[in-house]
């Protein structure tokens, strides 16, 4: 398939109705065509892994062209440079944690930038570095509790910044680690402890909410683990 091929498929799928919807869960619908994230993933089964057809449709700038890029990327041929350009370009938060759970994550760079981009000032990179954190958390089976406790001063460290969508992915990130096993969830409750004192509105709504699923749940989860085995982690995506 080409890029134009794809391009008049997805305006073929075109929902305008769904593009107001999106507006309405703070997604910038400039270049939208309201085709759902199902049909999206329908279509990258049906293409199948197309390195350089994902270059172009991301060059596209079609906000559903960019979600089905992150579908049909390579992540071994995808280069720093490439995730670089990509997270300089996005300006929404789905197409941001789409493409970071999809692709990037699955990348070999991705623990480094996942570090790297928590430290950026740019509201969607910053926020593309939590989203890996979260994301690597439930897709990497193999990483060492050592290698997600590096994580928690990060997320200490930018808990202040009050920007939504960076707040939300923060507060994700330490949920999601929180989530991975005993160990890690006990850390979680200890760092959201350490931010609820920061003196930030952001800071202590990240550490209220992580702390309250993190505890509140245990029970139940323990429960259920002993009657049925552990359970599958989902993630939450945040808004």
């Known amino acids: ?13 075109a929902h305008p109705a769904n593009v107001a919807g999106m507006a309405r869960y703070g997604i910038r619908t400039r270049g939208a065509l309201g085709v759902s ?3 999206l993933r329908a279509m990258a089964k ?16 079609v906000h559903e062209a960019r979600i089905l890029a992150g579908l049909v990327a390579d ?5 720093e440079r490439e995730m670089e350009r990509w997270a300089r370009d996005f300006d929404s938060w789905d197409v941001c944690d789409q493409v970071c759970s999809n692709l990037f994550d699955k990348t070999p760079s991705a623990w480094r930038k996942a570090v790297e981009w928590a430290g950026r000032d740019e509201e969607f990179v910053k926020r593309a570095g939590f989203v890996l954190m ?3 958390s439930v897709h990497d089976k193999a990483a060492p509790d050592s290698a997600f406790m590096k994580f928690m001063p990060l997320i200490r460290r930018e808990a202040r910044d009050e920007r939504n969508f960076v707040k939300k992915a923060v507060n994700w990130a330490l949920r999601q680690i929180g989530k991975r096993n005993e160990r890690l969830r006990r850390a979680a409750v200890q760092t959201g402890k350490s931010i609820q004192r920061l003196d930030s509105r952001s800071a202590r709504w990240i550490a209220a909410d ?10 139940a ?3 259920a683990q002993r009657t049925r085995g552990p359970s599958r982690t989902k993630t939450r995506m945040s808004t």
């Open 75 to 79: 992540p071994a041929a995808l280069t």
């Open 210 to 219: 992580a702390i309250r699923e993190l505890t509140s749940r245990r029970p």
């Open 134 to 136: 979260a994301a690597l």
């Open 221 to 223: 989860k323990q429960k």
């Open 1 to 13: 398939m080409t890029a134009p091929s794809v391009l008049r498929a997805l305006k073929r799928q």
């Open 37 to 39: 994230i199902p049909a």
């Open 46 to 61: 049906e293409i199948g892994q197309d390195h350089q057809l994902a270059l172009d449709l991301w060059a596209s700038g």
